[in-house]
């Protein structure tokens, strides 16, 4: 399914676009307001990544070949990262710039853990 991961992966980088204006910035109990249009997206996207993992679970079940599950979970993963990227830059774009501009810093310190925490 490499034509499926590329399809996601091109997708990520359209909504990576979603101007910084159109997403609301988390309140004080870390709560995130999404738009419409972000939360369809990252949950089309999550219902993707369910039905792929399904799959996997029915080709072990079913004794499939290993290389086949093998590029299932390659393109699932795929998937999965593609949604920690957009869901990454909406981050950025809302959550830390609107901090930045009230002069809270603290969501620079978050972000690069977070970061850290995927390039291990």
Known sequence: MPDN???INKEADELVEIAADEVCCHCGDRKKERTDKEYKDLINRLSRIEGQIRGVKKMIESDAYC???LNQVSAASSALNSFSKLLLANHIKSCVVN???EGDDASVDELVKTIQKFIK
């Open 5 to 7: 991961a590329d399809k």
């Open 67 to 69: 290389i086949d599950v």
């Open 99 to 101: 901090d930045i501009r």
